[in-house]
């Protein structure tokens, strides 16, 4: 599977980005997907999770209540809808296809995209 991820900007704080992420290859409804960002000097955290059927999410606290994860499997694509930005949420946003079972563990994805840039101003 690869992924390329997009949607990334400069947007001020309390605006709202929509990132996606397209998948190739005929697999990608089988998989469960998340998002991860990476801010400068720190380390890749997790974002929010999705199952293969887009039944169940799961989300960091830091970004319960703004976010939402969704997927259209009939366009390989999975998106995150990021509303009431905050300067803390400046970072590199990752997607990534999950093949194990501890969601939210980096070492359970094992795609990833390239990373999309999201900067919130304040």
């Known amino acids: 599977v690869q992924l390329q991820a997009s949607g990334g900007g400069l947007v001020q704080a309390g605006g709202s980005l929509r990132l996606s992420c397209v998948a190739s290859?005929?697999?990608?409804?089988?998989?469960?997907m998340g998002w991860f960002r990476q801010a400068p000097g720190k380390e890749r955290e997790f974002v929010a999770d999705i199952s293969w059927s887009g039944g169940h999410t799961y989300y960091a606290d830091s970004v319960k209540g703004r976010s939402t994860i969704s997927r259209d499997n009939a366009k390989n694509t999975v998106y995150l809808q990021m509303n009431s930005l905050k300067p803390e949420d400046t970072a590199v946003y990752y997607c990534?296809?999950?093949?194990?079972?501890?969601?939210?563990?980096?070492?359970?994805?094992?795609?990833w995209g390239q990373g999309t840039q999201v900067t919130v101003s304040s």
């Open positions: 290859g005929r697999a990608f409804g089988s998989y469960p």
């Open positions: 990534a296809a999950r093949r194990g079972r501890e969601i939210g563990s980096i070492y359970e994805y094992d795609y």
